[in-house]
């Protein structure tokens, strides 16, 4: 970010701090005004060679111009930043970004966009348009053998090609207006399935489910439920909230956006209770299938802004662990009323992380302390973990 003589902010994408850069302004607003990057006159000492052709281009990377330690204290300020700002914390308790485990090829899921000729690519960063790629570093190894392969030239117009990776196989997943699954070949050993808008899932080839296990257990998952992307930071996420959470045998545990199960799997053994919250009908069969073996389990499944307020839940401990958009007011009142004394918060978006710290405060909440855990090395994404005690 720069600024004009006129005072306006100036965001000039694939900059670095410290750097001379001439630029070309292509948007200007009353307050800021968006530029792209001409040239770099004087660079950054920080500023490294992008590993990949496509960088700059495509919308999927944002940060290959720089080391990944640096990457690291970006991630970090950006986070120190968004709760000074939004929730007005003078000094907030964040901690060192706990890196990835891989700074490549760590992703177990990729989801494509196809060109209007049906070749596989990404959406462009600046504008709607669909980069064809020929090489990419973010997607496990196994993907990467793999999409080279897949032809999907005479199934054009398909609204998500996604890739995952599981220890069960590969699986390809594809979205579409029709109802029924197009018809096409396939020569490639992996599991295929068709998201129908009226059907639901429906298997054209192999299994239905994925399957990856997180520290020694088996989780699977419906091909459209949403699982963690980088398997082995999860590994690392899930333990650090589990070291949070100081469970014992009293413990009433309320799983808000549970997903198939991940926390609540390791939270049910050392616990009198745990009650999952998901909107996502498939997430709670898989959820259910994950955590079968448990008596002291149950799952709402429904939006946690409705279910929250109308069920009538004790909770000691609380994850919560939302989409961007973060809490919605109702949900945060809810959970307010429950008034467990430790909440976690695993947030994929700092602003709406401030915003709902700034309401939990106001009810109450103390923010002891965050851990940011880098999941998405080479892009702006930032995660985090942060504990809230309720009281003094
Ligand atoms: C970031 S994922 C987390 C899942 C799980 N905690 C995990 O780590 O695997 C968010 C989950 O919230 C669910 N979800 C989205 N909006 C929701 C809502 N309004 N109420 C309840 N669940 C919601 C999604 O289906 C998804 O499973």
Redesign the pocket.
Known sequence: MGRLEDGRAVFVPYCLPGEKVRVRVVQEKRGHVRAELVEVLEASPDRIDARCRHFGECGGCHYQHLSYDKQLAVKHAVLVEQFQRIAGIAEPPVGAVVPSPAEWNYRNTVQFSQTQDGKLGYRAARSRQVVPISECYLPEEDINRLWPQLNLESVPGLRRIELRHADNGEMLVMEGQDALPPEMELELPISAVYLSPEKGPMIMAGDEFGVIEIMGRAFSFHAG????VNTAQAEAMVQHVLDLLNLTKLTIALD?????G??SAFIAPHVQQVIG????PL?CEDFAINLDEFENISIYQG???KMLPSLDIMANVVVV???RAGLKPQAVDALVEIGAATLVY?S?DPSTLARDTKRLQAAGYRLEKVTPFDFFPQTYHIESVSLFKLGE
């Open positions: 439920s949403f699982f963690q808000v956006y549970c997903g198939v991940l926390f919250i998901e909107s996502s997430a939006q946690a802004e662990d939302p989409p695993v994929c």
